[in-house]
């Protein structure tokens, strides 16, 4: 069965920094475009970040770059998201998710497994 | 950016009934590319449709997604108590890809 598990959520402080990991199984992780996306505490979703199979091309939303940075390390089937400079609209819960059909890079792809995502809040 | 435009925000109705949520786009979806989730609560978001029409592998054939340019529909024939639950609509033809405010569908 295809897995994610996404770890490494919590409370953190206005300002800091926490990484995301999302450790996959059930799957070829080395042949897939991967994501990440939000959702604040009772609102809709939100694309954040794309990069694909070998980790080479990233893809953020405008508002997020230069503060997240996604990564993959394939043999370990683990995707990651850094978040830097955290800040209170960064509360959220973050799922990372397989792409399923990718048109264009720099478009949020369509998304057929999601892993079951990490609450991270911010605030002091 | 194209924004996404769910209606109704809440649609309350029956087992056995049928729903139909809409999903309006401020200017035209290329290619019909736009999908649909269902989320339920304290779950990820599950995959139904993409390409407008075409349903994911294992969603059953009561779920049905319609439309083109930008409206589009997702149409449930016959609720089954597990499909209320909130569905979204995300268009992946212009960048960045949005999703929908979201359609809750309950009893």
């Known amino acids: 069965d295809v897995q994610l598990v996404v770890s490494g959520g919590g409370l953190v402080q206005p300002g800091g920094s926490l990484r995301l990991s999302c450790e996959v199984s059930g799957f070829n992780f080395g042949a897939y475009w991967m994501s990440w996306v939000r959702q604040a505490p009772g609102k809709g979703l939100e694309w954040v970040a794309t990069l694909n199979q070998d980790g080479s091309e990233t893809y953020y939303l405008d508002s997020v770059k230069g503060r997240l940075a996604i990564s993959r390390d394939n043999p370990k089937n683990s995707l990651y998201l850094s978040i830097n400079t955290l800040r209170s609209e960064d509360t959220a819960v973050y799922y990372c998710?397989?792409?399923?059909?990718?048109?264009?890079?720099?478009?949020?792809?369509?998304?057929?497994?999601w892993g079951q995502g990490a609450l991270v809040i911010v605030s002091s | 950016e194209i924004v996404l435009t769910q209606s109704p925000d809440t649609l309350s109705l029956s087992p056995g009934e049928r729903a139909i949520v809409s999903c309006r786009a401020s200017q035209s979806v290329r290619s019909r590319y736009l999908a649909w989730y269902q989320q339920k609560p304290g779950q990820a978001p599950r995959l139904l449709v993409y390409?407008?029409?075409s349903r994911a592998t294992g969603v059953p054939d009561r779920f049905t997604g319609s439309g083109s340019e930008t409206d589009f529909a997702l149409t449930i024939s016959r609720l089954e108590p597990e499909d209320f639950a909130v569905y979204y609509c995300?268009?992946?033809?212009?960048?960045?890809?949005?999703f929908g405010g979201g359609t809750k569908v309950d009893i």
């Open positions: 998710a397989r792409a399923y059909l990718v048109v264009v890079p720099d478009i949020m792809p369509v998304l057929d497994y």
């Open positions: 995300q268009q992946y033809g212009s960048s960045p890809g949005t």
């Open positions: 390409g407008a029409s």
